[in-house]
């Protein structure tokens, strides 16, 4: 979904033009657009087109490099990690599973839950998903989000709960997000629930958080 007002935003960030991406996000918060659509409508759209050009003749790592630095600038600057925090509403663990290394999505979240008054374990990228169990039993995590961009993760995250099971980790939350993971079902996952933009994952927790 695209957005007129941020096509320069989306440009700048696809050409990993920090300086000018941050000048961009200045001018549109002057303007009172809410970070919410700036990220879902500019930085998620940017990541996109990159995502759709990770194909063997058009891959380029130092081009998705540098926009990933321009596009993590912006969310540092829309959710600034030393503002004063919310209340507690829980702990969630996040990662990306073993085998895959991209961590934008997840980078994304952490710091919109953190904002948001969630303290976030993270566990980081190319992490194995007894690393991730483990981490929910010792943190006494209420949820775990797992994302991931590429199809060779549907098979492990289906054996996420079976792994929090072998530990006696009971009505813990498993929500998925990412590329691949997105354009599955809940049910097909064996997750909870499976957001499209970080924001849809803080409605869930949000709503997690309300009812218990």
Do not use: W
Not at 44 to 55: D, F, I, Q, Y
Not at 58 to 79: C, D, H, K, P, S
Not at 98 to 116: Q, R, S, Y
Not at 176 to 185: E, F, N, R, V, W
């Amino acid at each position: 979904m695209s957005d007129p007002s941020l096509n320069l935003l989306v440009e700048y960030l696809v050409e990993g033009d920090r300086k000018r991406s941050l000048t961009e996000v200045k001018k549109l918060l002057d303007a009172h657009a809410d970070r919410e659509k700036i990220i879902t409508h500019g930085v998620e759209v940017a990541m996109k087109r990159l995502e759709n050009k990770c194909t063997i003749e058009q891959f380029n790592l130092l081009e998705i490099m540098v926009a990933g630095r321009a596009a993590m600038e912006v969310i540092t600057f829309l959710y600034p990690q030393d503002r004063p925090p919310h209340p507690m509403k829980g702990t969630v663990v996040i990662g990306t599973p073993e085998g895959d290394v991209h961590d934008l999505g997840k980078n994304i979240l952490k710091m919109v839950l953190t904002a948001e008054g969630y303290r976030v374990v993270d566990c980081g990228k190319d992490c194995p998903l007894d690393k991730l169990a483990d981490a929910v039993k010792r943190e006494g995590a209420f949820a775990i989000c797992i994302s991931g961009l590429i199809t060779p993760m549907i098979p492990l995250v289906r054996k996420m709960k079976d792994k929090l099971a072998e530990r006696g980790v009971k009505d813990v939350m498993v929500i998925a997000g990412g590329a691949a993971l997105k354009q599955a079902t809940a049910e097909s996952l064996n997750v909870d629930f499976v957001c499209d933009t970080a924001f849809d994952a803080l409605g869930y927790l949000g709503m997690i958080t309300r009812s218990g």
